[in-house]
Nanobody, 121 residues
Framework: QVQLVESGGGLVQPGGSLRLSCAAS????????MGWYRQAPGKQRELVAD???????NYADSVKGRFTVSRDNAKNTVYLQMSSLKPEDTSVYYC???????????????WGQGTQVTVSS
C-alpha cells in the first residue's frame, strides 16, 4: 500500500508565497516522476510541475518563473515552492507520482488527497 500525503496549503494574499509538500510512504521500490497538478472549480485538472528522478523538471507555462518544484529522494518527498501568487492560482493542488512497488512491477500512478490553495486579498 502506497500513500501520498500533502501539506502546506492555505490562504495567501496576491503576491505572496506558499510551499507545498508531499510525502510518499508504504511499499516503495522506486519513484520515477513526482509532481503536482491542480484543479479549479469547473475546470479540468492541469499539470503544474513535474520532477524526474534525475532532476529534470517540467512546468506549465502559466507558472514558469514563479513556481519551483524540487524533491528529496531519500525522503520520497516532493515540494512546490510557489511565489508571486495570483488569484488565478487558486485551486486544489494534487500531488502525484509514478511508483514501482517491486523490481518486477510496472509503475502505478498514485495521487494525493489534494490541498486547497486560495489566493485572495
Amino acid at each position: 500500500q502506497v500513500q501520498l500525503v500533502e501539506s502546506g496549503g492555505g490562504l495567501v494574499q496576491p503576491g505572496g508565497s506558499l510551499r507545498l509538500s508531499c510525502a510518499a510512504s508504504g511499499s516503495i521500490f522506486s519513484i520515477n516522476v513526482m509532481g503536482w497538478y491542480r484543479q479549479a472549480p469547473g475546470k479540468q485538472r492541469e499539470l503544474v510541475a513535474d520532477i524526474y528522478s534525475g532532476g529534470r523538471t517540467n512546468y506549465a507555462d502559466s507558472v514558469k518563473g514563479r513556481f519551483t518544484v524540487s524533491r528529496d529522494n531519500a525522503k520520497n518527498t516532493v515540494y512546490l515552492q510557489m511565489s508571486s501568487l495570483k488569484p488565478e492560482d487558486t485551486s486544489v493542488y494534487y500531488c502525484h507520482a509514478y511508483i514501482r512497488t517491486g523490481w518486477n512491477r510496472d509503475p502505478y500512478h498514485y495521487w494525493g488527497q489534494g490541498t486547497q490553495v486560495t489566493v485572495s486579498s
